[in-house]
């Protein structure tokens, strides 16, 4: 298994946020999807820190950052979190990276909490309606019933919910660091509670307003993304001023998984300054 480390926190809300950064240069932000964490950028980070300041974070709920009851893990919340820390690592205008639900979660942060950016790449992000797949459906309209079945039947969905963001098939030992975070009674409680708090009304707020995005933007997709469709991400390029469209094959939804050399590739081609 990869190690992953996270050795800074920053307190928001009376709730720990764990982050870390790396390497030298203008600064890049990494955003994670769900239900990952920032592990999800481990191949990828440390190649990006040859050319900028890359920080990464895990959102409240997820991966090394705090899990508890009653909390609030939703997009309404995640924004608001990403404009403090930019303000806590006192950063501004940053190139920033995100997939899944960290598309979402730049896109909110630039319309609403006016986080300015000098280039947007968007993997696979959730940003336009409808989204969530068969199984997170079921599980909002279920959560009390998951959150409390047994532990070992909750060890058994994992891998199966999880593997199925990747085109190929991971090995038990790469897929583990995605499991683990989830596990425990804490975890599972966790696991179920993001699930729970998804709500198309957060992308609702501001899909309106993508045409006018302030920077250069790139949308990458996998082709055999499976959690949300192709057409998805050609329907949002269409939204998005001047956006470069790339759909990536022999790609799920978890990129950073099946086609890590696309998105390095993607990243020095469009980056300001890193261009070949």
């Not at 720990?16 to 239900?35: C, E, I, W």
């Not at 057409?231 to 469209?245: D, I, S, T, V």
Request: glycine fraction near 8%.
């Amino acid at each position: 298994m990869t190690e992953w480390n996270l050795p800074d926190s920053f307190l928001f809300e009376g709730e720990s946020v764990r982050f870390g950064s790396m390497g030298d240069g203008p600064p890049l932000v990494l955003l994670h999807g769900t239900p990952f964490s920032s592990y999800e950028w481990h191949r990828i980070a440390p190649l990006l820190a040859r050319h900028r300041s890359v920080y990464f974070y895990d959102m409240p709920g997820y991966g090394q950052s705090e899990m508890r009851d009653g909390q609030d893990v939703s997009l309404g919340r995640q924004n608001r979190l990403f404009a403090a820390l930019l303000q806590h690592w006192g950063v501004t205008k940053p190139d920033v990276i995100a997939h899944d639900f960290g598309g979402a979660t730049a896109l909110r942060a630039h319309f609403l909490n006016d986080c300015d950016y000098r280039s947007l790449t968007l993997i696979d992000p959730v940003a336009i309606r409808p989204w969530g797949s068969p199984f997170v459906q079921h599980v909002r309209q279920h959560e009390a019933a998951f959150a409390g079945m047994p532990g070992y039947a909750h060890e058994a969905l994992l891998p199966a919910y999880i593997g199925s963001s990747v085109y190929q098939t991971l090995p038990d030992a790469r897929l583990a660091p995605y499991i683990a975070p989830w596990l425990g009674e804490t975890g599972q409680k966790a696991f179920y509670r993001q699930i729970a708090q998804m709500d198309l009304r957060y992308t609702d707020e501001v899909q309106d307003r993508y045409g006018a995005l302030r920077c250069p933007v790139q949308v990458l997709w996998g082709e055999e993304d499976q959690w949300i469709p192709l057409e998805k991400g050609r329907e949002l390029a269409e939204l998005l001023p001047n956006a470069r469209f790339l759909q990536v094959p022999n790609s799920g939804h978890l990129m950073q998984e099946d086609a890590p050399e696309a998105i390095i590739a993607a990243a020095l081609e469009f980056l300001p300054g890193c261009e070949r």
